[in-house]
């Protein structure tokens, strides 16, 4: 880490001049405060899109440090993180419109990520560092006909840093925080001869506490903590104005000590470790952009104590896309996406026998009908190895009414269904079954936005998914009830979600900005569908600079009621609604090369449950310095 300082702020800063790629000459590329890509792949104003989409933009993450990745994702309307007030580096759920974690797919740079070897596809992230992150788009509803498989119930694409400066920048961020927690983080970006370039590493310890909730207080449970790392090489080069290549190359890896359930300690370590790298060449043309996206990852899972167990996956994805513009108002986007997965779980299973693929051609198109009104609508033929073929859609008008010079009203509705295929392990394992079907969900939304002089925004969105052909562990029981095994089935039915979600924000004036959102989801008949899922979720900020330099920022979060089927007493249990409170507060000076910045959470030191049997973070606090230099 010190070797990498003395890099990052050592080498001389001097001017570089590089070509720039020419940026796509289409009415989709306007100016504006905020623009979103994620819904249709096309850049968009995010009152011109017709999708419901929050965007996390570097500001937000910055003021927000101290936190982890998972934290700030809670935040965001309609979603709901489990297991994030536990101990550092416990593992988290993330739920979206009532959908579990197989329902919302993570993209890195807009690339699908995914565990070959988990038992439900899903990305821990626990892996990547809040440091390494530029932005956040949470795109809601299905839309596995630009993504593929687990675009269900939403996608979150995390966009990393790339090489900002023209010259040269070193940064290095240093923070402490409760429970012994170190972050340090260091950087460099810049241009030299051309090629940009930005290297990165991080190291976050915390000793952390009991994981388990100790009730009996017969011995004291030990300290459950993280130690993680992450480093990230990302290089690009502008061969011409019209083509240019990048290409990535990252490390992540964590430990972490885990207890050995509800209310019982043990001391258990978990070793996660992900290799990615990733090439990207680029072509623009007159009338539009030819990209090809490849991403090779590799990753293991190591457990050591009670069930010692360990899994390897990997997984490649070649994504090769066209957008062009037909007319002045007709675009196309159009590609083909190969993704190849396999897993080994020793001693069972090894990469030979575990290997499955899928081909899938898709087609999209923005029409721009008026200036007012656009539609999106796309098709893909999924090609599996394992299941066959299956078509998904999406239809998304979107009208934009323009009720005054400084006021849009944005009116959309959308239909699309989507898919989730089952994962190595259902498929391969000594559980698996090789005749499992893809689940299937068909989305409706319909919604509306008001957006006034980039002062004011408000969005209401009503939505409800059905899905279908769930897959689901069945367990099979001898005549006296004991049991004595089971397979992974699609289980018979249709499970069924609805909701609505609202949110504003409102520039006060340029030094107080207040925000809100509000979910509700549907009270379903039976709660099993709900497990662990709130109904009412109700989040609050209010940002202000008092004085010059200074940013201070307030949230508050209300969780609603959970239900929870306990093993211990074998019956439904209900865990209390709790409310938190958070600030956040830095201060810049030498022109901005220097922040401080600190964060007290759960001021009121709230003592609730988030996850039945586990501990949650009373009050804590971090604080820490950044440092750029040019």
Same mark, same amino acid.
């Given at each position: 880490m010190c070797?990498?300082?003395?890099?990052?702020?050592?080498?001389?800063?001097?001017?570089?001049?590089?070509?720039?790629?020419?940026?796509?000459?289409?009415?989709?590329?306007?100016?504006?405060?905020?623009? /979103?890509?994620?819904?249709t792949r096309y850049k968009l104003p995010v009152e011109n899109s017709g999708k419901t989409i929050f965007k996390l933009t570097k500001?937000?993450?910055?003021?927000?440090?101290?936190?982890?990745?998972a934290d700030l994702i809670n935040e965001v309307p309609g979603v709901h993180i489990d297991g994030n007030y536990g101990s550092p580096g416990t593992n988290v759920s993330y739920f979206v419109r009532g959908g579990r974690n197989k329902s919302t797919?993570?993209?890195?740079?807009?690339?699908?990520?995914?565990?070959?070897?988990?038992?439900?596809?899903?990305?821990?992230?626990?892996?990547?560092?809040?440091?390494?992150?530029?932005?956040?788009?949470?795109?809601?509803?299905?839309?596995?006909?630009?993504?593929?498989?687990?675009?269900?119930?939403?996608?979150?694409?995390?966009?990393?840093?790339?090489?900002e400066a023209q010259n040269h920048?070193?940064? /290095?961020?240093?923070?402490?925080?409760?429970? !012994?927690?170190?972050?340090?983080?260091?950087?460099?970006?810049?241009?030299?001869?051309?090629?940009?370039?930005?290297?990165?590493?991080?190291?976050?310890?915390?000793?952390?506490?009991?994981?388990?909730?100790?009730?009996?207080?017969?011995?004291?449970?030990?300290?459950?903590?993280? !130690?993680?790392?992450?480093?990230?090489?990302?290089?690009?080069?502008?061969?011409?104005?019209?083509?240019?290549?990048?290409?990535?190359?990252?490390?992540?890896?964590?430990?972490?000590?885990?207890? !050995?359930?509800?209310?019982?300690?043990?001391?258990?370590?978990?070793?996660?470790e992900l290799l990615k790298v990733g090439l990207k060449p680029r072509?623009?043309?007159?009338?539009? /952009?030819?990209? #090809?996206?490849?991403?090779?990852?590799?990753?293991?899972?190591?457990?050591?104590?009670?069930?010692?167990?360990?899994?390897?996956?990997?997984? #490649?994805? *070649?994504?090769?896309?066209?957008?062009?513009?037909?007319?002045?108002?007709?675009?196309?986007?159009?590609?083909?996406?190969?993704q190849q997965l396999n897993y080994e779980e020793e001693p069972l299973q090894t990469f030979d026998n575990t290997k499955f693929s899928s081909i899938a051609p898709y087609g999209s198109f923005l029409y721009q009908v008026t200036d007012a009104f656009n539609i999106?609508?796309?098709?893909?033929?999924? !090609?599996?190895?394992?299941?066959?073929?299956?078509?998904?859609?999406?239809?998304?008008?979107?009208?934009?009414?323009?009720?005054?010079?400084?006021?849009?009203?944005?009116?959309?509705?959308?239909?699309?269904?989507?898919?989730?295929?089952?994962?190595?392990?259902?498929?391969?394992?000594? *559980?698996g079954n090789q005749e499992l079907e893809p689940e299937e969900s068909l989305n409706y939304e319909i919604g509306t936005g008001i957006f006034w002089d980039q002062r004011f925004s408000w969005n209401l969105a009503f939505f409800t998914r059905e899905e279908n052909n769930t897959i689901g562990f069945v367990s099979e029981f001898d005549d006296e009830g004991n049991f004595i095994g089971g397979t992974y089935q699609n289980v018979v039915g249709t499970r069924n979600v609805s909701g609505v979600e609202t949110d504003f924000k409102y520039d006060i004036s340029k030094k107080y900005t207040f925000a809100g959102n509000y979910t509700l989801l549907n009270d379903p008949e039976l709660a099993s569908e709900f497990y662990r899922i709130p109904k009412h979720k109700i989040g609050f900020t209010f940002d202000m600079q008092p004085v010059e330099q200074t940013t201070i920022s307030i949230k508050y979060t209300q969780v609603g009621a959970r239900d929870i089927?306990?093993?211990?007493?074998?019956?439904?249990?209900?865990?209390?609604?709790?409310?938190?409170?958070?600030?956040?507060?830095?201060?810049?000076?030498?022109?901005?090369?220097?922040?401080?910045?600190?964060? *007290?959470?759960?001021? *009121?030191?709230?003592?609730?449950?988030? /996850?039945h049997g586990f501990t949650t973070r009373g009050r804590n606090f971090s604080f820490g310095l950044r440092f750029s230099r040019f």
């Open positions: 070797c990498l300082c003395i890099f990052l702020f050592s080498y001389p800063s001097i001017s570089q001049s590089g070509q720039m790629g020419s940026s796509d000459s289409t009415w989709l590329d306007q100016t504006i405060e905020e623009i /979103v890509v994620t819904g500001k937000d993450i910055e003021r927000n440090a101290g936190k982890t990745l797919l993570i993209l890195i740079d807009g690339i699908p990520m995914n565990d070959p070897s988990a038992i439900t596809p899903f990305f821990d992230l626990r892996l990547l560092s809040l440091n390494q992150v530029e932005s956040i788009e949470i795109l809601k509803g299905g839309l596995s006909t630009l993504y593929g498989t687990g675009a269900a119930a939403a996608v979150i694409n995390i966009t990393l840093k790339d090489a920048r070193g940064v /290095v961020d240093l923070n402490y925080g409760s429970y !012994n927690t170190f972050n340090a983080h260091v950087s460099r970006d810049g241009n030299f001869n051309g090629i940009r370039y930005l290297v990165s590493a991080s190291n976050l310890f915390s000793q952390g506490f009991s994981s388990a909730l100790d009730t009996n207080q017969v011995q004291e449970f030990d300290k459950d903590g993280i !130690n993680k790392r992450n480093s990230i090489l990302k290089l690009g080069y502008d061969f011409t104005e019209k083509f240019s290549l990048n290409g990535l190359v990252s490390f992540d890896a964590f430990e972490v000590d885990f207890d !050995n359930g509800a209310f019982s300690d043990a001391e258990n370590m978990q070793f996660g072509y623009v043309y007159k009338r539009g /952009v030819l990209e #090809l996206k490849t991403m090779y990852s590799f990753n293991t899972n190591r457990f050591e104590g009670v069930f010692p167990i360990a899994y390897k996956g990997r997984n #490649l994805q *070649l994504d090769l896309n066209n957008k062009h513009q037909l007319t002045n108002r007709l675009t196309s986007f159009a590609g083909v996406e190969l999106h609508a796309g098709l893909r033929l999924n !090609n599996h190895s394992t299941y066959g073929s299956n078509w998904v859609y999406n239809l998304n008008p979107n009208y934009t009414i323009s009720a005054t010079k400084a006021t849009k009203i944005k009116l959309y509705s959308s239909v699309s269904s989507s898919y989730i295929t089952p994962t190595g392990f259902q498929l391969f394992s000594f *559980l089927f306990d093993f211990g007493s074998f019956s439904e249990l209900t865990l209390d609604s709790y409310s938190l409170f958070d600030v956040f507060a830095n201060y810049s000076l030498m022109n901005d090369t220097l922040e401080i910045y600190g964060a *007290l959470n759960n001021i *009121l030191d709230k003592d609730f449950v988030g /996850v």
